[in-house]
């Protein structure tokens, strides 16, 4: 099976603007995916990587549900270390797709985060962010213990 027929079985869809699997889970399976800066349609996409381990996925939105996404907005604003990783990250962001204006698609010009998964997904297939470092370090763990979450689901 290939890397975009599995995305597809993770996200229960095909995956819009799918470029290419940039981060595995150590069982080999697609964990994180590269984006194309449009879709087939031509419409902007705005993230650039984007979570696909079902493992992960589920975590990080018990970490969202739990108010990850306020807490985390509220450590950027009290934590000028976190600030600037979030400010260094988005100016890569922008780099790397100059073609679309903004950051990390999770977060907002006001320096708010939207979308824990983004940042998540950044810090692993751009290690050094300290944010999204910090906010999978959260997690109990990336990885489940038993095998791939992906291979029950195949």
Not at 14 to 27: D, G, H
Not at 45 to 67: H, M, W
Not at 93 to 108: D, F, V
Request: with cysteine.
């Amino acid at each position: 099976m290939n890397d975009e027929a599995v995305v597809a079985r993770q996200l229960g869809r095909p995956p819009r603007a799918f470029r290419r699997v940039a981060v595995r889970c150590p069982y080999g399976r697609p964990a994180v995916t590269e984006q194309w800066p449009h879709d087939g349609a031509g419409a902007p996409f705005p993230t650039t990587y984007y979570l696909t381990c079902p493992q992960l996925v589920a975590a990080i939105s018990r970490l969202e549900a739990r108010g990850g996404v306020e807490r985390w907005t509220r450590a950027v604003e009290e934590d000028p270390a976190l600030r600037e990783s979030l400010d260094r990250a988005n100016e890569e962001q922008r780099a790397l797709r100059p073609e679309l204006p903004g950051g990390i698609g999770g977060s907002t010009r006001s320096g708010s985060l939207k979308c824990l998964h983004a940042h998540a997904a950044f810090a692993l297939a751009r290690p050094g962010y300290e944010l999204g470092e910090r906010i999978l370090a959260e997690l109990d763990h990336l990885w489940p213990d038993s095998g791939c979450c992906t291979a029950i689901a195949i």
